[in-house]
């Protein structure tokens, strides 16, 4: 068990959980979401994102990429 995962109370559990479990998306769902975001701003010329999920369960992680006009 980790320090954050002692510091949480039993009776915060539930909360926490449900909290995490309100806006669930992959790394690629981040990434389409930040895509669109700044696509449609007309002051932006150009951008690159890196979307890093740094895995607890995994030997790796996950990771999405976009970019345009970069």
Not at 4 to 10: D, G, I, L, S, W
Not at 19 to 26: E, I, T
Not at 47 to 63: G, P, R, T, W, Y
């Amino acid at each position: 068990m980790t320090p954050v995962q002692t510091a949480v109370k039993r009776i915060d559990e539930q909360a926490f959980a449900i909290a995490n479990g309100q806006n669930l998306m992959f790394c690629e769902d981040a990434l389409r979401r930040l895509y669109g975001t700044f696509l449609n701003h007309k002051s932006i010329r150009g951008f690159n994102f890196k979307v890093i999920h740094a895995e607890s369960l995994h030997a790796h992680d996950a990771v999405a990429q976009g970019s345009w006009q970069w």
